[in-house]
């Protein structure tokens, strides 16, 4: 109720395509500016846009850019009609910006694994980011893709990321580890509690949800807790369509969410089984992602 | 507080198209203080609806929508009915629609036989068809008696606020043998950004709803209470206990809330427990010494 002291809407705020960065050949950085009467925005890792396609459609859209300017990017796979729409825009165009959304990640004192399954490091950009900045922060970063070519940012990982920190693997072998990241995050566990020493360790995650699901029955049986956005069908973005609730206990995954931690998400019977479709029915997720 | 012989442990009930789907939510809902839930409209086949844009918000504390009936059908809902059902002390509603008198009817059988405690007939939503029933007298009669000769449970009609007199809708669906009306649905609207020239939402023109409606609401509920007998459920724009109050003086006796979710669910405790101090602080004991108090002003000046 109060004014927002940082750019917020809830209606769609028009500006032009600034920049736009091809990311791997079916994946593109579109960049904004955010700057709604003078104020700035200020994302936290993890939260997330609604992009209004004007004639087209509206998605919600991971931030992975955030720039002292207030400028914001996003990052798109080309994988249906809004976003095959999003991929024929040009600088110039104008598309529509709501939110921010959701909580965001919460980065915890100890030791952060990073962990980005696909389109779902486009969630973990600004938090690599963030660690990063905190020298004292210590992480590592695991990139999975199905092949080389649809890494993200890896150039821009392979720069800023000590070479010991980072791994990655792709399910062909088209590039150093072949396999998934859950299989991955196996094998370095020793590793991992060997640099965390006594701290903490929290894997903060996004990608399919099955990946998602196997991560945490990972984190449960070792101890360490989780941190993973998860992705739901949502018309409003602000709590009150209902469509991206999570059963049984009713978590809106736009405004509780999109990150959820390992206690929450071990109560979820949905988590890796159901999500609601724009009518509202539940769907298994088995058959809607594969 | 009691409406048509059903008993709410509290007078606030979730409005129809808010959160509506998940089981799980309705008791949550329950717990943090609504006496009643109104499920999304539920049609007779699994409908799609409009494209987003399809809800966003305007400036203060306002909201426009047009989601297009989107529901997963009645043969889909009937578990989900069955499931807010075990709630304990939970007044369930279905909302309805459908093409006809028989769809209508036939939706909301199935629905009370799924376990529903009572039916709101949505004849106007404004961005549908089913906005046309409500808005013809005759036709509001039509539907609402098919419907009514087909269910046993209580019936309520949901009324727009796009037309020029309620009172006669109101009067047809009280004839037809509505036990309850609910005023007042969404306000037809439309938002366009100049920067493109194109409507927002991806329907055009949608409905309002928030705070900019309370004062329209509140009319509707004033006019509809010295024409009819029925008891009126409030509905637009609440967002705390003093809304609430103003409703009951304009005459309803229990009221709905929505877009006010925006905030969580916290604002229902809030608005529940500072509506209840003051019914204690001003020696109220019921809901219905409240309801439609405004009225025994009217003939002055």
């Known amino acids: ?290 | 507080m009691s409406i048509a012989g059903l008993r709410f442990k509290s007078p606030l009930i979730l409005a129809s198209g808010i959160l509506g789907v998940s089981p799980s939510t309705m008791h949550i809902l329950a717990d943090y203080g609504m006496g009643g839930v109104t499920t999304k409209s539920i049609g007779p086949i699994k409908t799609n609806g409009y494209k987003n844009p399809s809800i966003i918000g305007l400036n203060n504390d306002t909201f426009l929508n047009a989601v297009g009936l989107a529901n997963p059908g009645i043969s889909a809902f009937e578990h989900e009915i069955s499931e807010i059902k075990t709630k304990e002390r939970l007044v369930v509603i279905v909302s309805v629609f459908g093409r006809s008198p028989q769809e209508f009817a036939n939706v909301a059988y199935l629905a009370e036989q799924a376990g529903a405690d009572a039916i709101e007939m949505n004849i106007s939503c404004p961005h549908d068809d089913v906005s046309t029933i409500g808005v013809d007298p005759n036709l509001t009669y039509k539907y609402v008696n098919t419907v009514r000769k087909r269910i046993s449970c209580p019936l309520f009609v949901k009324l727009t606020p796009n037309v020029t007199d309620i009172t006669k809708i109101g009067q047809s669906a009280e004839k037809a043998g509505a036990d309850a009306l609910v005023a007042i649905n969404t306000v037809s609207a439309l938002a366009i950004d100049i920067h493109t020239k194109r409507p927002i939402l991806s329907h055009g023109i949608g409905g309002l709803s928030g705070k900019a409606i309370k004062p329209i609401g509140i009319k509707h509920v004033y006019t509809l209470f010295k024409s009819v007998s029925i008891p009126i459920i409030g509905c637009g724009g609440i967002f705390a206990y003093e809304d609430v109050i103003e409703y009951f003086f304009a005459g309803a006796s229990a009221v709905q809330l929505g877009s006010c979710l925006y905030y969580g669910y916290d604002i229902i405790t809030k608005i529940h427990d500072n509506l209840f101090r003051y019914m204690e602080t001003h020696e109220y004991n019921t809901i219905s010494e409240l309801t439609g108090l405004a009225h025994t002003h009217e003939n002055e000046g």
């Open chain 1, 1 to 290: 109720m109060s004014l927002k002291k940082t750019a917020h809407t809830d209606k769609p705020f028009s500006t032009p395509i600034k920049s736009i960065t091809r990311e791997t050949p079916d994946s593109i950085t579109i960049f904004v500016n955010f700057v709604i009467d003078g104020k700035k925005p200020i994302i936290k890792p993890g939260q997330f846009i609604m992009v209004w396609i004007p004639g087209i459609d509206e998605v919600p859209m991971a931030v992975s850019y955030a720039l002292e300017n207030g400028d914001i990017g996003f990052t798109v796979k080309d994988v249906g009609e809004a976003t095959h729409s999003l991929h024929n825009l040009e600088i110039g165009d104008i598309i529509g910006i709501r939110g921010p959304y959701g909580n965001g990640y919460q980065v915890r004192e100890g030791y952060s694994v990073i962990v980005g399954g696909g389109i779902g490091m486009a969630s973990v950009k600004l938090l690599i980011d963030l660690v990063q900045k905190k020298m004292t922060h210590h992480y590592s970063v695991i990139v999975g893709a199905r092949t080389k070519k649809e890494l993200l940012y890896l150039p821009e990982l392979e720069k800023n990321c000590p070479k010991s920190q980072l791994f990655v693997c792709t399910d062909d072998g088209s590039y150093e580890n072949k396999g998934f990241v859950t299989e991955l995050l196996k094998e370095i566990l020793p590793w991992i509690k060997e640099r965390s020493g006594a701290q903490k360790i929290t894997i903060y995650a996004c990608g399919p949800e099955i990946m998602l699901k196997k991560i945490l029955l990972f984190c449960n049986s070792n101890n360490i807790e989780l941190e993973a956005s998860l992705e739901r069908y949502m018309r409003c973005g602000f709590g009150l369509c209902g469509l991206c609730i999570v059963d049984p206990l009713g978590i809106k995954i736009c405004q509780n969410g999109p990150v959820l931690t390992s206690a929450i998400l071990n109560e979820l019977d949905d988590f890796g089984r159901f999500h609601r479709d724009e009518t509202g029915e539940k769907i298994r997720i088995d058959s809607h992602y594969e």
